[in-house]
């Protein structure tokens, strides 16, 4: 009987490690390895990463209609 821990396998399918190609494991999902998710989150914990506002012109956000 193998031992291995569900943990240590790779994500079915397949996908690549989004920091550093490796194969991703789904006990890191989607990251190979601890070291690669801390990676990520400090990226976005110093601003590196953005999710992109397009603001409207003409809006404005005291507008009391506005909900």
Known sequence: M???NDND???DPPKACRICGKPALVR????CSKRCADIDLNRWLKGAYAIPV????GEDE??????
């Open 28 to 31: 890191f999902k989607p990251f």
């Open 54 to 57: 397009v603001e409207n012109e």
């Open 9 to 11: 396998r790779l994500v």
């Open 2 to 4: 193998n031992a291995v």
């Open 62 to 67: 005291d507008d009391p209609g506005r909900a």
